[in-house]
């Protein structure tokens, strides 16, 4: 059966790329999300991914890896006492993903035109220049040892 068939049935389904590695390991990088639709376009048609599976989870191919999303629920039979929350808003976070890219400042301006918001534009931090809507950043200085300077918060006490 065809990917197309199958969305014809139910779901879209692009089975030859879906994150099942024939032998060792692959790394997916699961988000929960509080709309998967909106989710899904954002990963999809801003940053070029390709859908997978369209729902429950999504999975969504960007670059060499692969983004799994599904909204938040109770514990199930295999986390029995752990439930998956939802996004709080606030100015807080407890997880985020880091996307590597070879040019900051061209991806900074392709994903802005298509409509994504940035907390600021690139900024040079030596062994970086980075950005966050999700983190972007190109590794600079790092690729010479050079790392960035450790704050006065970073220090033990």
Not at 16 to 45: M, Q, W
Request: proline share 9%; charged share 20%; with cysteine.
């Amino acid at each position: 059966m065809s990917a197309t068939e199958a969305h014809e049935h139910g779901p879209f389904i692009d089975y030859e790329n879906i994150p099942a590695p024939k032998e060792g390991i692959l790394v997916t990088h699961f988000i929960t999300v509080r709309s998967v639709a909106r989710s899904r376009a954002f990963y999809s048609e801003v940053l070029g991914g390709q859908v997978v599976l369209e729902e429950n989870p999504c999975i969504v191919k960007l670059a060499n890896s692969w983004v799994l999303m599904n909204p938040g629920g109770p514990p199930t039979p295999d986390k029995p006492d752990i439930s998956v929350v939802n996004y709080e808003p606030g100015n807080t976070i407890s997880s985020f993903m880091n996307l590597r890219v070879a040019d900051i400042q061209a991806c900074y301006e392709q994903w802005s035109s298509k409509g994504a918001e940035f907390l600021t534009p690139p900024i040079d931090r030596r062994a970086e220049i980075r950005c966050y809507m999700i983190e972007v950043g190109q590794a600079t200085g790092a690729l010479k040892g050079e790392l960035a300077e450790k704050r006065p918060e970073d220090l033990p006490g």
